[in-house]
């Protein structure tokens, strides 16, 4: 339906910045790592405060514009020279924005930006059903964490405790004892 040699997802976190999380190069995952960006005087600002799809005709050409655009300049370190910002909303307060890159200048065409337009409510509603079961196993994951935590800790006091029990339950303790015990 369109060009995409590199999409990636980016999302705006609790301290202000916009997170790249996943990013996928030629159908395999990139190892571009999580990067955070600024947002403030860029790109991706504008595509999240009009809520409309961003056509970037010429990364390299736009990336030069302000310093202010190092995601740009990281797309086209990838060697993508062709971009779509879409806007997408979750539930609650999640907002991020899902990028489309060619390698090719020039490469999306007006029908390609209608046809995202129209997704971009079904893509903000899996990638925050997708973030929701992210953040669910990692909650599920500090749980089963601090389980842990609390079995190693509770074994040596059920000893420590059996311990006292026992000395408390001795006649012949001197007095200084008992009261320590």
Same mark, same amino acid.
């Given at each position: 339906?369109?060009?995409?040699?590199?999409?990636?997802?980016?999302?705006?976190?609790?301290?202000?910045?916009?997170?790249?999380?996943?990013?996928?190069?030629?159908?395999?995952?990139?190892?571009?790592?999580?990067?955070?960006?600024?947002?403030?005087?860029?790109?991706?600002?504008?595509?999240?405060?009009?809520?409309?799809?961003?056509?970037?005709?010429?990364?390299?050409?736009?990336?030069?514009?302000?310093?202010?655009?190092?995601?740009?300049?990281?797309?086209?370190?990838?060697?993508?020279?062709?971009?779509?910002?879409?806007?997408?909303?979750?539930?609650?307060?999640?907002?991020?924005?899902? /990028?489309?890159?060619? !390698?090719? *200048?020039?490469?999306?065409?007006?029908?390609? @930006? %209608?046809? &995202?337009?129209? $997704?971009?409510? #079904?893509?903000?509603?899996?990638?925050?059903?997708?973030?929701?079961?992210?953040?669910?196993?990692?909650?599920?994951?500090?749980?089963?964490?601090?389980?842990?935590? /609390?079995?190693?800790? !509770?074994? *040596?006091?059920?000893?420590?405790?059996?311990? @006292? %029990?026992? &000395?408390?339950? $001795?006649?012949? #303790?001197?007095?200084?004892?008992?009261?320590?015990?």
């Amino acid at each position: 339906l369109m060009p995409v040699d590199w999409i990636g997802v980016l999302v705006v976190g609790v301290d202000g910045k916009i997170h790249l999380h996943k990013a996928f190069s030629d159908g395999e995952p990139d190892p571009i790592g999580q990067h955070s960006f600024v947002t403030d005087k860029t790109l991706l600002e504008e595509c999240l405060k009009t809520r409309q799809p961003l056509h970037i005709s010429d990364v390299a050409q736009l990336s030069q514009l302000s310093e202010h655009y190092v995601f740009l300049r990281q797309l086209l370190d990838r060697g993508r020279r062709d971009a779509i910002f879409l806007p997408v909303e979750g539930s609650g307060d999640l907002q991020g924005v899902a /990028v489309f890159a060619t !390698r090719y *200048p020039n490469s999306y065409r007006t029908e390609h @930006l %209608e046809l &995202l337009r129209n $997704l971009g409510v #079904l893509i903000g509603v899996s990638l925050a059903r997708t973030l929701q079961l992210v953040e669910s196993q990692r909650l599920a994951n500090i749980g089963q964490f601090a389980s842990s935590i /609390v079995h190693e800790i !509770r074994s *040596p006091l059920a000893t420590i405790n059996l311990a @006292l %029990e026992h &000395l408390d339950s $001795l006649d012949e #303790l001197p007095s200084n004892s008992r009261r320590r015990v």
